[in-house]
């Protein structure tokens, strides 16, 4: 470890050749799939989702009441335990138990967001069973120190918090495992980051370690050039700068959080988009070719505006675009048009689309 001056001139902690590595909830689904991905996790600091569909069915169990679908929850994560089947099983299923009690607590009172927070927590435990039966120390970290001061917003003392509670076990050789997602309030309950939140944690821990990387780990093998619900023929994109890439995730791209990458700018980190075993996805770095890398579609609320927003992602020089924007961003990252129907925005979105991938040629 060592420290560098930020272009801020902020002194910053530097980790070196250490990874972030994000584990999406769309990849878990068993305990098989935790024992598969466990073995790509040795030597980072772990941040985990709920398994597949696990969130929704928290929120709908806090929303109508319905402890069945806790229940459904608890067991889901209890046979994906067994199936791990670590040497110290009685005490993972013990924490499993605790966790569901908290759930069970704040359940009773109606409590969504609390209740929502459950499975990440519950993930990152049999995540850190499922490490430690390969033979990788580990232990979950259901607190790592952020602190939301209101919904969604991060505490400038996170930092100092979470260097505090991983930095003695990442020294000691031992993997942290974090549930993403979450935060603690001041009283200390669990609220979350709002949608995508397990992203934006990776990318808060790697500022606050000074990580070299972050992996987003996910069912696609990177970042498309456009939404494929909507996009006949997207491309995989191979590199885009951080601001790019903020800009992307702010206009809803891939459904990150739209805070993801924030946290990534102005440092040294890069992050990388990919499966799990692929060795091709979407590179995030300092820089990347100039041109247009992506079509975003999305709600103009976002810009306040009304209707829906399509925007070019890239640097481009505004006299090569094949339309007259309405608006940009300030950094001339993207630039777009507002229409007052979802039809027009989509059909404008497909025409652009072909644009950028010729102009990629």
């Not at 929303?63 to 099983?89: H, K, M, N, T």
């Not at 993930?123 to 039966?133: F, I, K, R, Y």
């Not at 992307?248 to 990919?274: C, D």
């Amino acid at each position: 470890m060592s420290l560098f001056i930020d272009p801020n001139g902020n002194t910053k902690l530097w980790l070196g050749d250490y990874s972030i590595c994000k584990v999406g909830g769309s990849l878990l689904r068993s305990g098989l799939d935790f024992m598969r991905l466990a073995s790509i996790m040795d030597g980072c600091v772990v941040v985990i989702s709920a398994m597949k569909g696990v969130t929704d069915k928290l929120m709908r169990a806090a929303q109508e009441g319905r402890r069945e679908d806790l229940a459904d929850v608890l067991g889901s994560y209890e046979d994906a335990l067994r199936y791990i089947a670590p040497s110290d099983y009685v005490r993972y299923s013990s924490m499993l138990d605790i966790i569901g009690g908290s759930a069970r607590r704040y359940l009773s009172v109606g409590d969504v967001d609390a209740v929502a927070a459950h499975g990440e927590l519950l993930s990152a435990t049999v995540m850190a069973a499922a490490l430690e039966a390969r033979g990788t120390r580990s232990t979950a970290v259901y607190d790592p120190g952020i602190v939301l001061e209101r919904p969604g917003g991060v505490s400038g003392l996170s930092g100092f918090y979470v260097r505090q509670r991983l930095l003695h076990l990442i020294e000691r050789g031992v993997t942290p495992v974090v549930p993403g997602f979450i935060g603690w309030t001041p009283d200390g309950k669990p609220a979350t980051l709002g949608r995508g939140g397990s992203d934006y944690t990776a990318s808060l821990l790697a500022n606050y370690l000074g990580a070299s990387r972050v992996f987003f780990y996910t069912d696609v093998p990177g970042i498309y050039s456009g939404d494929p619900n909507i996009i006949g023929n997207p491309k995989v994109i191979n590199c885009m700068n951080v601001e790019e890439a903020y800009v992307f995730s702010a206009m809803g791209g891939k459904k990150f959080h739209p805070r993801t990458f924030e946290p990534l700018i102005g440092t040294r980190i890069t992050a990388f988009i990919t499966s799990p075993g692929s060795t091709s996805g979407t590179l995030i770095s300092k820089k990347a070719g100039a041109g247009p890398k992506a079509v975003a579609l999305f709600d103009a609320l976002r810009i306040g505006r009304r209707g829906r927003a399509v925007a070019i992602i890239g640097k481009v020089d505004p006299r090569d675009l094949p339309f007259n924007p309405d608006f940009k961003d300030s950094n001339g990252n993207a630039f777009g048009k507002v229409f007052d129907d979802e039809e027009r925005a989509v059909e404008a979105a497909k025409e652009l689309h072909d644009w950028v991938i010729s102009w990629a040629r």
